[in-house]
């Protein structure tokens, strides 16, 4: 199962663009990227899903490279409610598809 | 919506008692998952089931046990409470090849 790394925490400010980048150099063929969103005392929410290229939805976009090593999320500006933990996981399509949850990068949206 | 409920939001025990703690999912889900989640360590899988009556261990096993005897229902077991199972426990569900859902998360203290 391929582990992942992202950063710790980030700042932020209202109506910014964040992009949040997580390595995953021992992602196998196939397993997909999915990010999650955690508010303190939830459970995480997920954000997004994609294997390769870019992804985009009503929330957020996904840009994968085509070696598949890395994934950005990428947040249109931000608001305060947007502040919270954000997982990247990677994932095997086999069945049971088990994640490991690293411990998340903490984006603090400021004013 | 996908709904995942787990039965407690937040549960309060002594050392050596037995704890249950039940998951329900209404969207025929095959693929159940329990977690534990505490600062500093994200989220760690303690059990996880792909289909009624089987299951899998995860990370941490260890002091914990699991059921599925039907379909929407996932139950964790803590045959007896120690200090060190005090952690916030999340549910989540998932079908085949698809992401995971997560509950609201039961907030387990062992006293």
């Known amino acids: 199962l391929a582990k992942t790394t992202q950063p710790i925490s980030m700042d932020s400010y209202e109506g910014q663009e964040v992009n949040i980048t997580c390595s995953h150099n021992?992602?196998?063929?196939?397993?997909?990227i999915t990010w999650y969103q955690q508010f303190p005392s939830q459970g995480p929410r997920f954000i997004i899903q994609?294997?390769?290229t870019k992804v985009t939805n009503e929330v957020a976009s996904l840009f994968i490279p085509a070696d598949r090593k890395s994934s950005t999320l990428s947040l249109p500006r931000v608001s305060l409610s947007d502040t919270a933990v954000y997982y990247c996981?990677?994932?095997?399509?086999?069945?049971?598809?088990?994640?490991?949850f690293g411990t998340g990068t903490r984006l603090k949206v400021l004013a | 919506d996908v709904k995942v409920t787990q039965s407690s939001r937040y549960l309060v025990k002594r050392t050596g008692e037995k704890v249950f703690l039940e998951c329900v999912q209404d969207m025929d889900h095959e693929n159940m998952f329990w977690y534990r989640q505490d600062p500093g360590l994200g989220l760690r899988l303690i059990y996880f089931?792909?289909?009624?009556?089987?299951?899998e261990k995860g990370d941490i096993p260890e002091g914990y046990s699991v059921s599925r005897e039907k379909k929407e229902r996932f139950s964790l077991i803590l045959e007896s409470a120690s200090t060190n199972q005090t952690s916030m426990y999340l549910c989540?569900?998932?079908?085949?090849?698809?992401?995971?859902?997560f509950g609201p998360g039961t907030r387990l203290t062992v006293l």
């Open positions: 994609g294997y390769k």
């Open positions: 989540a569900s998932s079908p085949l090849r698809d992401t995971q859902y």
């Open positions: 996981l990677v994932g095997d399509i086999a069945g049971t598809y088990k994640y490991i």
């Open positions: 089931s792909y289909d009624v009556k089987m299951k």
């Open positions: 021992n992602i196998a063929t196939n397993d997909y």
